[in-house]
């Protein structure tokens, strides 16, 4: 298979480089090699290596800064996939794309699921939602995979983050009511592989195409997910800065972050067979691997 991967220096698209490498040729240009925001040249480089599966996990993913970017955040969350899914369709290649819980408002008690009402807060969400819009339209084989609070060993992300302020702060006021299920890129780009050995593609299988969850299972608050990082980081007995729970309204942010993001995963089970491991066991294999890698 012929694959073209964006977004191969993001969280996710690194992983993904790896995990695909076995089923096909991946093509992975970085940013600089293939502009998302350049119309032309983003449907000049798809026409020239002719993919037969087009894997997108690029965004614009700073949250605050797409409210007073708007334009540039719609040019890469919702314009690029629809150049995307545009000659995808011309060349008779499916799509994979990867969205976010940001597409709902946050409001209901339990966990989304893939038929829930959208309603997106700000200018990410939204865009996201038209990116997914445009694939849908176009009614190719494609796969939307909805992600929430990714986090990895590179990047910037939650995790790095907190490791970086306890080494830096004597005390650390975190937001305790907002809830979703932390998910290691690593395991997303493994599931992504096992969906594509399914073979989804497949005409025979059009029922597997369209929108999934695809979370570590749970439900957790930013403060209770940087308190599990804080005891798997800090060994007993050495310096631990205070952790304060407190209400998103005092940790005001440009842009609104949905109340509730946790996403139901029982689409995915009952489609693929797979399930991701509960939040707090998968972000205990991710420092393992931190931890073998020599980078602690």
Same mark, same amino acid.
């Given at each position: 298979m012929n694959i073209l991967l964006t977004g191969v220096n993001?969280?996710?698209?690194?992983?993904?480089?790896? @995990?695909?490498?076995?089923?096909? &040729?991946?093509? $992975?240009?970085?940013?600089?090699? +293939? #502009?998302? &925001?350049?119309?032309?040249?983003?449907?000049?480089?798809?026409?020239? +290596?002719?993919?037969?599966?087009?894997? #997108?996990?690029? $965004? !614009?993913?700073?949250?605050?800064?797409?409210?007073?970017e708007p334009e540039l955040a719609r040019k890469v969350n919702a314009i690029a996939p629809a150049i995307m899914v545009e000659e995808a369709a011309k060349l008779g290649a499916a799509m994979i794309h990867y969205?976010?819980?940001?597409?709902?408002?946050?409001?209901? *008690?339990?966990?989304? @699921?893939?038929?829930? $009402? &959208? !309603? *997106? +807060?700000?200018?990410?969400?939204?865009?996201? %939602?038209?990116?997914e819009n445009a694939i849908r339209a176009a009614n190719i084989p494609h796969l939307i995979l909805r992600t929430s609070w990714v986090y990895g060993l590179r990047g910037g992300n939650f995790? %790095?983050?907190?490791? /970086? +302020?306890?080494?830096?702060?004597?005390?650390? /006021?975190?937001?305790?009511?907002?809830?979703?299920?932390?998910?290691?890129?690593?395991?997303?780009?493994?599931?992504?592989?096992?969906?594509?050995?399914?073979? *989804?593609?497949?005409?025979?299988?059009?029922?597997?195409?369209? @929108?999934?969850?695809?979370?570590? /299972?749970?439900?957790?608050?930013?403060?209770?997910?940087?308190q599990t990082i804080l005891d798997l980081t800090i060994q007993s007995g050495a310096r631990r800065p205070e952790l304060i729970p407190i209400p998103g309204t005092d940790y005001p942010t440009p842009a609104q972050r949905p109340a509730n993001s946790v996403l139901a995963g029982d689409k995915l089970q009952r489609s693929f067979g797979l399930s991701l491991p509960d939040w707090e066991a998968a972000l205990e294999l991710c420092l393992d691997c931190n931890k073998a890698d020599g980078t602690d």
């Open positions: 993001g969280q996710v698209g690194w992983e993904l480089r790896r @995990t695909l490498a076995t089923l096909g &040729t991946v093509a $992975a240009p970085t940013s600089s090699q +293939l #502009n998302l &925001t350049d119309e032309v040249a983003l449907r000049n480089f798809i026409r020239a +290596l002719r993919p037969e599966l087009i894997v #997108n996990p690029a $965004a !614009h993913t700073a949250v605050d800064k797409a409210e007073s969205s976010t819980d940001y597409v709902f408002d946050g409001n209901k *008690p339990g966990a989304y @699921t893939e038929d829930d $009402a &959208t !309603h *997106p +807060l700000g200018v990410y969400g939204q865009t996201k %939602l038209e990116g995790l %790095l983050t907190m490791q /970086r +302020l306890f080494r830096e702060r004597d005390q650390l /006021r975190i937001v305790a009511d907002q809830y979703g299920a932390p998910t290691w890129s690593r395991m997303i780009a493994e599931a992504t592989a096992q969906m594509l050995a399914q073979q *989804p593609f497949d005409p025979d299988k059009s029922a597997l195409y369209g @929108t999934y969850n695809l979370t570590s /299972r749970g439900r957790v608050s930013w403060y209770q997910f940087a």
